[in-house]
């Protein structure tokens, strides 16, 4: 349609639309096209490309080929036996009819270097010039493939020289052991840097690899070497030499990875990238010339330029190795060596039995890494390769050297006290079976008492009495205070010895003995030897801790079966026996707290142990004596001490128990014995008195009356044997508290059978014995000597029971007894209670106060109104044994009155050259004052009279510990 028409009928709008239209139907029309052509010429469209690509791929092929020729023509040039600088001498010199003969020296030249060659690459070999060997063998495969060239041009080469295949295959094997000799070389942990980067060299050239490939090859070769180092192969070696060379592998071979193959961005100064040095060195020219410079000979002139000037080259151009690949390959490598040097020296260090050996070898160690020149500059190598830091010992050794110890530790703290343990049941054997080892045990008194020359110490004069308590041989005598007896000692000893071999052992890792010179040297440390001391330290002290506690279980194991055995055999005989087991067991816990200070040191941990020296074992033996001043002793060990205590006391409490049981079991027999026969058995010697009276029409009448002058045998029995059993068991070691709960045990148990007695005696069906006046008169005497030898006037609750309950008991007999006769017979009875007390103070020593003595001196009273001097003590003017004996005043007080007992013994004194009458004698010891007519009995009448209950505690003399 023509534009004028078209602008003459539409409007502006309309040819826009029209215009929208036509460009619309234009596209649509083109893409129809497209597709049309494209699905009939696609193949012919490709066809025509590939047939372009042919054609550039051919001119490639020929301008390849090309070039081949070209370079062909270049190495035949090179290569051929009349090189061409032999062949610009033939020119200039040799033109005409010396040309065969020139030939044929050249030839002859090539094949004599070629014979000449094993002899200097086997001398090479021998020297572990790798590199060198490589040149040679090199040089002559050159040689020998130029000469096949030659070959190939005139055939009659072989037939003239028919040595030349067979010199060929003669030097072809080299290639093999030069190459198994570098790989050797790279295993060794003493090869040098350069020695390493030559070989590598060598293994480049020889099989055209990369210095990518030779790294690799380097690390697992080291690997290796690592895993050799482990073999069963190196056994014949020592340990401390295995483990050196573990780590000079390491650290050689992290320095040399640095020295040969890293690549620095900038100049160091350290060396490093060794081996394209060397690569570059024998690559090129000048290398070639210098090679046979050593020949001198004649043939050497007939050589052809392609020998003279020979140099190995190299497939590819030496690219060094990346640094991120350094870093992660050598990171794997030192991973791989971790769990090497974990199972591989954790097995070398089983075989270690001793701390001091494994000292010795961390201080080599120590020293190698201190002297080794791959520690300069450590630091920075390690953060280069490794982008970290590398400690050797900290990283690979410390953990298994820590382990290690510990392991040793645990195992001779374990097997010490197992080997107490089996001493310990041969010294129980010994008890049981009555063998000669036991008898001190068993018969502690005899021990005691019997002297014995080393009881007293040979330098006894020279030395004071702290500093014998505090040595290592003390003396008999200490010990035999102690009741310590040879058993104790020795299982104390042996205990002390191991513990002591122990802390020796484990002090020689834990301290430094490393000589002046050393300790002052300008050199920095390599590592410090005492970081892992303190876990060490604790684990010694928790091992110990286990182990005294293991004891303290095979303690209180046998205690409690013992005890079961006491209750359940009846036999006296193995009775005695198993109590002796049980009482050894009570002074062993008391013995190791006092005589093994190792046990102290162990436990009290780094503050105890000092050093190797025994001054550390002499200061804790001072801190533990008791003559010293008090020192602060350390938490744990004061926990452990209490342990060691309380099976004492356990032990103790078990012998408390059973002698309880024993005697009380037999006074209680004869206080409820049917028999009348017992009651004659059992009575002792009555007093016979005589009396004189005035009857109402004033007549004299005499009488006589019987009254108690002993304690009953059944009871004198009781006392007697609790201060037989004492003594035996060394009571005089016993603790203070022991013998307290002893005493109160058996007084508590004497005063529930007498109360039975009197119970028994209320009921009219009761089959007992009646309690008549005579018996209980006796059954008073008993009961007032019992609380006079055992008066328990403390003011804990359980005294104030005891002393209800006698009070009671007393007044509950005096009931049975004629009120009127009570009165008469009561100052004699008194008065024989007191000589009776005095005649066995020494009988029943065990369990009378020292401080009694004093009421039984014959000193006299201050008078009324004299001033008592607290300054002076007075003597006894009687002793029973020693003379002028000290003994620690009583208070007397000048407003208390004398005892009625004395003015009954004054008038019975005064009585003997005339007769007294009942009622005078009755009047003599009645009371006169008002308070004193308010006492329930005459016991308490008595009691609140007598000095008896200003005396101590019979304990404050009982005993020497607390």
Same mark, same amino acid.
């Given at each position: 349609?023509?534009?004028?028409?078209?602008?003459?009928? $539409?409007?502006?709008?309309?040819?826009?639309?029209?215009?929208?239209?036509?460009?619309?139907?234009?596209?649509?029309?083109?893409?129809?096209?497209?597709?049309?052509?494209?699905?009939?010429?696609?193949?012919?469209?490709?066809?025509?490309?590939?047939?372009?690509?042919?054609?550039?791929?051919?001119?490639?092929?020929?301008?390849?080929?090309?070039?081949?020729?070209?370079?062909?023509?270049?190495?035949?040039?090179?290569?051929?036996?009349?090189?061409?600088?032999?062949?610009?001498?033939?020119?200039?010199?040799?033109?005409?009819?010396?040309?065969?003969?020139?030939?044929?020296?050249?030839?002859?030249?090539?094949?004599?270097?070629?014979?000449?060659?094993?002899?200097?690459?086997?001398?090479?070999?021998?020297?572990?010039?790798?590199? =060198?060997?490589?040149?040679?063998?090199?040089?002559?495969?050159?040689?020998?493939?130029?000469?096949?060239?030659?070959?190939?041009?005139?055939?009659?080469?072989?037939?003239?020289?028919?040595?030349? =295949?067979?010199?060929?295959?003669?030097?072809?094997?080299?290639?093999?052991?030069?190459?198994?000799?570098?790989?050797?070389?790279?295993?060794?942990?003493?090869?040098?840097?350069?020695?390493?980067?030559?070989?590598?060299?060598?293994?480049?050239?020889?099989?055209?690899?990369?210095?990518?490939?030779?790294?690799?090859?380097?690390?697992?070769?080291?690997?290796?070497?690592?895993?050799?180092?482990?073999?069963?192969?190196?056994?014949?070696?020592?340990?401390?030499?295995?483990?050196?060379?573990?780590?000079?592998?390491?650290?050689?071979?992290?320095?040399?990875?640095?020295?040969?193959?890293?690549?620095?961005?900038?100049?160091?100064?350290?060396?490093?990238?060794?081996?394209?040095?060397?690569?570059?060195?024998?690559?090129?020219?000048?290398?070639?010339?210098?090679?046979?410079?050593?020949?001198?000979?004649?043939?050497?002139?007939?050589?052809?330029?392609?020998?003279?000037? $020979?140099?190995?080259?190299?497939?590819?151009?030496?690219?060094?190795?990346?640094?991120?690949?350094?870093?992660?390959?050598?990171?794997?490598?030192?991973?791989?060596?971790?769990?090497?040097?974990?199972?591989?020296?954790?097995?070398?260090?089983? #075989?270690?039995?001793?701390?001091?050996?494994?000292?010795?070898?961390?201080?080599?160690?120590?020293?190698?890494?201190?002297?080794?020149?791959?520690?300069?500059?450590?630091?920075?190598?390690?953060?280069?390769?490794?982008?970290?830091?590398?400690?050797?010992?900290?990283?690979?050794?410390?953990?298994?050297?820590?382990?290690?110890?510990?392991?040793? +530790?645990?195992?001779?703290?374990? /097997?010490?006290?197992?080997?107490?343990?089996?001493?310990?049941?041969?010294?129980?054997?010994?008890?049981?079976?009555?063998?000669?080892?036991?008898?001190?045990?068993?018969?502690?008194?005899?021990?005691?008492?019997?002297?014995?020359?080393?009881?007293?110490?040979?330098?006894?004069?020279? =030395?004071?009495?702290?500093?014998?308590?505090?040595?290592?041989?003390?003396?008999?005598?200490?010990?035999?205070?102690? *009741?310590?007896?040879?058993?104790?000692?020795?299982?104390?000893?042996?205990?002390?010895?191991?513990?002591?071999?122990?802390?020796?052992? *484990?002090?020689?890792?834990?301290?430094?003995?490393?000589?002046?010179?050393?300790?002052?040297?300008?050199?920095?440390?390599?590592?410090?030897?005492?970081?892992?001391?303190?876990?060490?330290?604790?684990?010694?002290?928790?091992?110990?801790?286990?182990?005294?506690?293991?004891?303290?279980?095979?303690?209180?194991?046998?205690?409690?079966?013992?005890?079961?055995?006491?209750?359940?055999?009846?036999?006296?005989?193995?009775?005695?026996?198993?109590?002796?087991?049980?009482?050894?067991?009570?002074?062993?816990?008391?013995?190791?707290?006092?005589?093994?200070?190792?046990?102290?040191?162990?436990?009290?941990?780094?503050?105890?142990?000092?050093?190797?020296?025994?001054?550390?074992?002499?200061?804790?033996?001072?801190?533990?004596?008791?003559?010293?001043?008090?020192?602060?002793?350390?938490?744990?060990?004061?926990?452990?001490?209490?342990?060691?205590?309380?099976?004492?006391?356990?032990?103790?409490?078990?012998?408390?128990?059973?002698?309880?049981?024993?005697?009380?079991?037999?006074?209680?027999?004869?206080?409820?014995?049917?028999?009348?026969?017992?009651?004659?058995?059992?009575?002792?010697?009555?007093?016979?008195?005589?009396?004189?009276?005035? =009857?109402?029409?004033?007549?004299?009448?005499?009488?006589?009356?019987?009254?108690?002058?002993?304690?009953?045998?059944?009871?004198?029995?009781?006392?007697?044997?609790?201060?037989?059993? +004492?003594?035996?068991?060394?009571?005089?070691?016993?603790?203070?508290?022991?013998?307290?709960?002893?005493?109160?045990?058996?007084?508590?148990?004497?005063?529930?059978?007498?109360?039975?007695?009197?119970?028994?005696?209320?009921?009219?069906?009761?089959?007992?014995?009646?309690?008549?006046?005579?018996?209980?008169?006796?059954?008073? $005497?008993?009961?007032?000597?019992?609380?006079?030898?055992?008066?328990?006037?403390?003011?804990?609750?359980?005294?104030?029971?005891?002393?209800?309950?006698?009070?009671?008991?007393?007044?509950?007999?005096?009931?049975?007894?004629?009120? $009127?006769?009570?009165?008469?017979?009561?100052?004699?009875?008194?008065?024989?209670?007191?000589?009776?007390?005095?005649?066995?103070?020494?009988?029943?020593?065990?369990?009378?106060?020292?401080?009694?003595?004093?009421?039984?001196?014959?000193?006299?009273?201050?008078?009324?109104?004299? /001033?008592?001097?607290?300054?002076?003590?007075?003597?006894?003017?009687?002793?029973?044994?020693?003379?002028?004996?000290?003994?620690?005043?009583?208070?007397?007080?000048?407003?208390?009155?004398?005892?009625?007992?004395?003015?009954?013994?004054?008038?019975?004194?005064?009585?003997?050259?005339?007769?007294?009458?009942?009622?005078?004698?009755?009047?003599?010891?009645?009371?006169?004052?008002?308070?004193?007519?308010?006492?329930?009995?005459?016991?308490?009448?008595?009691?609140?009279?007598?000095?008896?209950?200003?005396?101590?505690?019979? #304990?404050?003399?009982?005993?020497?510990?607390?």
């Amino acid at each position: 349609m023509d534009t004028n028409i078209l602008f003459e009928k $539409f409007t502006v709008e309309e040819i826009r639309e029209i215009e929208k239209k036509t460009r619309a139907d234009i596209e649509r029309k083109k893409e129809d096209l497209r597709i049309m052509v494209g699905e009939r010429y696609r193949d012919l469209i490709e066809a025509a490309d590939t047939i372009t690509e042919m054609k550039n791929s051919a001119q490639n092929v020929m301008s390849s080929i090309a070039k081949m020729e070209d370079m062909c023509r270049q190495l035949k040039q090179r290569h051929m036996v009349r090189g061409t600088s032999f062949q610009q001498r033939m020119s200039s010199g040799h033109q005409g009819g010396k040309k065969q003969e020139v030939h044929f020296y050249g030839i002859a030249s090539q094949i004599k270097l070629l014979l000449d060659m094993p002899e200097k690459i086997w001398s090479a070999l021998d020297e572990e010039d790798y590199l =060198t060997a490589t040149q040679h063998f090199l040089l002559s495969r050159h040689i020998h493939t130029s000469l096949q060239l030659e070959s190939q041009q005139s055939g009659n080469l072989l037939s003239m020289f028919p040595v030349l =295949t067979r010199q060929w295959a003669a030097i072809s094997h080299f290639r093999t052991t030069i190459l198994q000799g570098c790989r050797n070389v790279l295993k060794q942990p003493a090869a040098k840097d350069e020695q390493i980067a030559r070989v590598l060299c060598s293994i480049i050239v020889l099989e055209d690899s990369t210095p990518r490939q030779v790294f690799n090859e380097f690390l697992l070769a080291r690997t290796t070497a690592v895993q050799q180092l482990f073999h069963p192969s190196h056994q014949n070696a020592s340990v401390k030499e295995q483990i050196s060379l573990v780590v000079q592998l390491i650290t050689t071979t992290v320095h040399q990875i640095h020295t040969v193959f890293y690549s620095p961005a900038e100049p160091s100064d350290i060396p490093c990238n060794l081996l394209l040095t060397i690569l570059t060195e024998i690559t090129s020219e000048k290398q070639g010339a210098r090679l046979l410079e050593t020949h001198g000979s004649m043939s050497a002139k007939s050589l052809p330029k392609s020998v003279l000037e $020979f140099v190995p080259t190299l497939r590819s151009h030496a690219v060094p190795v990346s640094v991120q690949h350094l870093q992660d390959n050598c990171q794997q490598w030192i991973n791989t060596c971790m769990n090497n040097v974990t199972s591989g020296v954790g097995k070398l260090l089983s #075989f270690v039995n001793t701390v001091k050996r494994l000292a010795d070898i961390r201080d080599q160690v120590w020293l190698y890494l201190k002297q080794d020149s791959c520690m300069q500059g450590w630091d920075l190598v390690c953060q280069r390769i490794l982008n970290q830091p590398l400690s050797i010992w900290h990283g690979f050794l410390q953990p298994l050297f820590i382990s290690r110890v510990k392991a040793l +530790i645990k195992f001779q703290l374990e /097997s010490s006290t197992e080997v107490t343990k089996r001493q310990i049941s041969k010294v129980v054997m010994a008890i049981g079976s009555g063998e000669e080892g036991g008898i001190a045990d068993t018969d502690l008194a005899g021990y005691i008492w019997h002297e014995s020359p080393g009881d007293i110490p040979v330098n006894m004069a020279w =030395t004071t009495a702290t500093s014998r308590s505090n040595s290592d041989n003390p003396g008999g005598l200490i010990m035999k205070a102690k *009741a310590y007896t040879p058993v104790i000692q020795s299982l104390c000893k042996t205990y002390e010895e191991k513990l002591q071999g122990l802390l020796q052992d *484990a002090l020689s890792y834990l301290s430094l003995l490393t000589p002046v010179e050393e300790s002052k040297s300008s050199q920095p440390e390599a590592f410090d030897r005492l970081s892992d001391s303190d876990a060490l330290y604790v684990h010694i002290q928790t091992s110990c801790k286990a182990c005294l506690e293991e004891l303290i279980k095979y303690f209180k194991e046998h205690l409690t079966l013992w005890e079961k055995a006491l209750h359940d055999i009846k036999d006296p005989g193995i009775n005695q026996m198993t109590q002796d087991k049980v009482l050894l067991i009570g002074r062993l816990c008391s013995a190791i707290g006092d005589m093994v200070p190792a046990l102290q040191q162990c436990i009290m941990g780094k503050s105890a142990i000092h050093g190797p020296d025994s001054a550390s074992s002499r200061v804790l033996k001072k801190q533990s004596s008791s003559s010293g001043g008090k020192v602060s002793e350390n938490s744990e060990w004061s926990s452990s001490k209490e342990r060691l205590c309380n099976c004492h006391r356990e032990a103790y409490r078990i012998w408390v128990d059973h002698l309880t049981l024993s005697v009380v079991t037999k006074l209680r027999n004869a206080l409820s014995s049917k028999e009348h026969k017992n009651a004659l058995i059992y009575c002792t010697r009555w007093d016979e008195v005589s009396i004189e009276e005035e =009857t109402e029409d004033g007549k004299k009448i005499s009488s006589k009356i019987r009254v108690p002058m002993q304690a009953s045998w059944y009871v004198q029995n009781l006392l007697y044997s609790l201060c037989r059993e +004492i003594n035996r068991v060394g009571g005089h070691a016993v603790q203070r508290g022991t013998l307290h709960q002893l005493v109160s045990k058996v007084t508590d148990e004497v005063m529930k059978s007498f109360e039975e007695v009197v119970s028994n005696s209320r009921k009219k069906d009761s089959n007992c014995l009646p309690l008549t006046q005579q018996r209980a008169l006796q059954l008073i $005497f008993d009961v007032k000597f019992i609380l006079q030898i055992i008066p328990r006037k403390d003011d804990t609750v359980e005294g104030k029971s005891y002393q209800k309950a006698a009070a009671r008991i007393i007044e509950s007999l005096e009931e049975k007894v004629d009120p $009127f006769d009570l009165d008469v017979f009561s100052p004699y009875m008194q008065s024989h209670l007191m000589k009776q007390g005095q005649r066995s103070a020494v009988l029943y020593g065990a369990l009378t106060s020292l401080d009694r003595l004093g009421l039984f001196s014959a000193g006299r009273p201050l008078q009324s109104g004299q /001033s008592e001097q607290h300054n002076v003590l007075p003597l006894t003017s009687c002793p029973s044994r020693f003379t002028l004996l000290p003994i620690s005043t009583q208070p007397i007080r000048s407003s208390i009155q004398a005892p009625a007992l004395q003015k009954s013994l004054y008038k019975a004194k005064a009585s003997e050259g005339r007769s007294h009458t009942l009622t005078e004698t009755a009047a003599a010891v009645l009371p006169q004052t008002s308070s004193m007519q308010k006492e329930s009995s005459f016991y308490n009448k008595l009691g609140s009279m007598s000095s008896m209950s200003e005396l101590s505690s019979w #304990f404050s003399n009982i005993g020497s510990k607390s």
